[in-house]
């Protein structure tokens, strides 16, 4: 696939909406009903295993930073796989993905809409709700095909409406609450059992899941080398601040008692009243239609960095990789995305998917944090051999020890550091975070169920079907 359609990818991403990107990539529906499952869990601790479990997902979130910086093509975990294990384990890779990330758009359209219909209920019953979703779909297409900066400015909006009524609760919420009774049960409180903690532990990492949205648009980034890690450390720390903000307001303010409606949307309730529980279900609204709009930008990329890379030949791999000229974006693999998701959203099938989901993507997590431990091996090989090149040619000319020097990679300085390969405590550090990351990944997979386990073989057996019987052969064709 030629690259000149790469080109035409313009650097619509900046700082700040590429922190939007991880916000609304993490921040859906999710915070809505997690608070009432981590207090039944955990109890008075609910709030405290954010900060512990957060930490621990800033691991994985690190690595995809380094990755990051590493290779700044449009695709993310797509391009990661490719440097790190070839075609056939990148065309696996996204399909799975590709799978994960389209049913999560079908499912939080229903979820959109299941809140949209406390206010209007007829957008979620009959042929009111199929029309809801044919149009919210048509809505997410035009936006997306329009131009990258449309849609950011989408986002900006989004966000902004998104935060604000939760700065209110969280603000008004503690300005109420008696925190001489709060502390005092709070240091009462008893720390659960390991077996507790661990199912707990479980439901904090899934709200985390999403925060890659930005890598897969690296591409279309201003100066990604720089943006996206700061971005993802920065945002993903202050949204495990913010769930821990949120789970003490609600645990100090409801208690363990399980609400009649959702849980923040019960909290609003009781610190505004019904105009607070009606500000927060259109905040809920708000926040899934942000997490929508995230994710169709992204995932089209996925796709269109797949044609790309020549993993989807021919006719249709050459549609899939084309650039809209005037808005300068993958038109037709956002159409493609759309009419997917908008699909399985109505006929409802994105529920057999959805049991994969989030496997699928931990999985990907994992193969992610195991290309960046070859890269990192690779580049201290490297700079080892460099370093015995140099001792043996001691004796030649400055010049000459220069010009060696300057051989080496900008991804072996970048790991190497200028204190050495071996010298640096920090590199060492670096080394270190990857297998941290890796058995947070391998923890978190071995708590999936059979099921999930069964529907991913499936994927990656009709991913494989796929590849070796149609993709492959032509792949072997156009680079040969």
């Excluded at 590429?18 to 955990?42: D, R, S, T, Y």
């Excluded at 008075?44 to 930073?65: E, H």
Aim: proline share 4%; with cysteine; charged share 10%.
């Amino acid at each position: 696939m030629s690259s000149k359609n790469k080109s035409l990818l313009t650097k619509g991403i900046g700082g700040i909406g590429a922190a939007l990107l991880v916000l609304n990539g993490l921040i859906g529906a999710g915070i809505f009903a997690l608070p009432a499952k981590m207090a039944a869990e955990l109890g008075a601790f609910s709030p405290y295993i954010f900060l512990i479990f957060g930490a621990l997902m800033l691991a994985i979130v690190w690595c995809f930073g380094q990755l990051a910086t590493l290779y700044q093509e449009t695709g993310g975990p797509v391009v990661y796989a490719q440097k790190g294990f070839g075609d056939a384990a990148a065309f696996q890779t996204g399909f799975i993905y590709y799978l994960a990330r389209a049913t999560a758009i079908a499912a939080n359209m229903h979820v959109l809409l299941l809140y949209a219909g406390y206010v209007w209920p007829e957008l979620n019953a009959g042929i009111g709700k199929s029309f809801a979703i044919i149009a919210l779909t048509a809505a997410l297409i035009v936006v997306n095909i329009v131009g990258l900066k449309a849609a950011m400015r989408s986002l900006d909006t989004i966000s902004v409406l998104k935060l604000l009524p939760f700065v209110a609760l969280i603000g008004v919420g503690y300005w109420q609450l008696d925190f001489s009774a709060a502390f005092t049960s709070t240091s009462t409180s008893v720390v659960p059992a390991f077996d507790t903690i661990s199912a707990g532990a479980l439901l904090t990492l899934y709200a985390f899941i999403g925060f890659e949205t930005v890598v897969v648009t690296s591409g279309e980034t201003s100066s990604p080398k720089k943006t996206i890690p700061r971005a993802l450390m920065l945002t993903v720390s202050g949204i495990a601040i913010f769930y821990f903000c949120v789970q003490w307001l609600y645990w100090h303010t409801v208690g363990p008692a399980k609400p009649d409606s959702a849980p923040l949307i019960a909290l609003a309730n009781m610190i505004f009243g019904e105009t607070g529980a009606l500000i927060m279900t259109l905040t809920a609204v708000v926040s899934v239609a942000g997490n929508l709009l995230a994710n169709m930008i992204s995932t089209s990329r996925l796709t269109f960095s797949m044609a790309q890379q020549s993993l989807i030949p021919g006719k249709l791999g050459q549609k899939l990789g084309e650039i809209h000229a005037p808005f300068a974006t993958p038109a037709v693999s956002i159409l493609i995305l759309g009419m997917f998701a908008g699909t399985m959203a109505l006929s409802g099938s994105f529920v057999w998917l959805a049991i994969s989901s989030v496997l699928a993507r931990l999985v990907v997590y994992a193969v992610c944090v195991v290309v960046l431990m070859k890269a990192q091996r690779a580049s201290l090989q490297r700079a080892f051999l460099q370093g015995t090149r140099l001792q043996e040619t001691s004796l030649q000319s400055a010049s000459s020890q220069s010009s060696m020097q300057q051989d080496n990679s900008e991804n072996d300085a970048y790991f190497n550091g200028s204190a050495g390969a071996f010298a640096s405590p920090v590199n060492l550090f670096r080394r270190l975070i990857p297998f941290v990351a890796l058995a947070v990944c391998a923890w978190s997979i071995a708590q999936s169920s059979t099921n999930a386990w069964l529907f991913l073989l499936g994927e990656l057996v009709v991913g494989a079907l796929l590849y070796f019987f149609y993709f492959a052969p032509s792949n072997k064709e156009s680079k040969g």
